[in-house]
């Protein structure tokens, strides 16, 4: 008689996943330092088209070719659009099957193609989809049961995320906080040796250092405390705000299906090209306009302002086009630049709030925005704590992620992957798979 196959032993996950995460760090670590060259390159190529006749014309080009070709690809993997979050959310809860090997190329290359375009897109969208993609396969290979296979898939997520931003202890909490919403022995333990396994090798490619380079940040005095409170009440409705422009123009973009994808792709790409030709840092996926403030430049109100509101818009733009991309990277440059521009106004009535205050607020910015969207505040805090290495302002960020969670679930705005995936499954009805 036949007989389900037994629960693999704890050792032999964890060595596969150690197998799947020395993958996903290579691969991830290749596709993080391509993208590096490809912003140099995007950055160079608009520096020289205002040197030459009628170079908006070439930057519009430029973005069409790159948005189009990503979405041209989508149509060998149409999983492959968008995040790639939802869709390990959908697998891990039996709503969808396990994503096939086709992914991980598209997901690489087609990830270049729109980022490295100018998209207002994020690199984690693809290293978390490649990074359970090649989970789940390292369990079939070795055949294991169905629900070893799943809980390998949504581990190694959480491999793929550390390896898009340099943090193996926010990667962890990812998959515990957002994707599972539970801690399991059987989760935890491939989960914490598949991260350590993809960071290592990420480091080999991209070297050993936080994503971004910020000076001694000092405690921020505690009479600020309370308006770090009210940041999160702001944050909170801006995150609600922004799950919702999200989510209208995804609707908005399946409603226009009789138009190809890789027209519509294109014509985002050429938005993205006119934007890109205006100034670089209202396009890509944000580091830089995010490490600029950081380091402690000084921007005026009115252009932070404006920063913000082009890529608050654009976002979701880039990703209603349905090309690789995801959305943590852009909403933690939103997320710096409001901090930032609200550290400004709080310094008119605290004219005694020196730099050090603004680059605390634009790390509380980034974190608390990150909580009211995705509705994961403890994944932000370590993410965001590892990519910077400041450590001095852990309480107001606690302080601003608690209320922008709390004012984000009082306007009844829902996490915004839990939406994504949600509107997915509806558009692509399925049953759920059968035991492998």
Known sequence: MWSRPRPAPLYVLGLLAIAAGVAIGFIGGVFRWL?????????????????????????????????????????????????????????????????????????????????????????????????????????????????????????????????????????????????????????????????????????????????????????????????????????????????????????????????????????????????????????????????????GRSFALPLLVLYFAVRFVVGPISYAAGTPGGLFAPMLALGALAGTAFGQLVQLLAPQLDTDFLIAMAIVGMSALFAASVRAPLTGIALIIEMTAVTTVTVPMLLAAGAAVVTAMLVKSPPVYDSLREAFLRSHPTTPPPPT
């Open 35 to 295: 993208l590096v060259q490809a912003v140099i390159v995007r950055d160079a190529l608009a520096t020289w088209a205002h040197t030459v006749p009628f170079g908006w014309i070439l930057m519009i080009a430029f973005g069409v070719a790159g948005a189009a070709f990503a979405a041209a690809l989508v149509l060998f993997s149409p999983r492959s659009a968008g995040s790639g979050i939802q869709d390990v959310e959908a697998v891990h809860g039996g709503r969808l099957p396990l994503p096939p090997p086709s992914v991980i190329p598209v997901r690489f290359f087609g990830g270049l193609a729109s980022i490295g375009s100018g998209m207002v897109l994020g690199r984690e969208g693809p290293t978390v989809h490649m990074g359970a993609a090649l989970g789940a396969s390292a369990a079939r290979i070795a055949r294991l049961q169905d629900d070893d296979v799943r809980g390998l898939h949504t581990s190694m997520s959480g491999a793929g995320l550390a390896v898009a931003f340099n943090a193996p202890v926010g990667g962890a909490v990812f998959v515990l906080e957002e994707v599972a919403k539970t801690a399991r022995f059987r989760l935890i333990v491939p989960t914490v040796f598949g991260v350590a396994a993809a960071i290592v090798c990420s480091r080999i490619v991209l070297g050993d250092h936080p994503d971004f380079a910020v000076g001694h940040v000092p405690d921020p005095p505690l009479y600020t405390l309370p308006m770090f409170l009210v940041f999160g009440v702001v944050i909170g409705l801006a995150g609600a705000l922004y799950n919702w422009l999200v989510l209208r123009l995804v609707a908005e973009h399946g409603r226009m299906s009789r138009v190809p994808t890789p027209v519509r792709a294109g014509a985002v790409g050429g938005l993205i090209g006119i934007l890109l030709y205006a100034d670089p840092l209202m396009v890509g996926g944000g580091d830089a306009v995010a490490q600029l403030l950081l380091a």
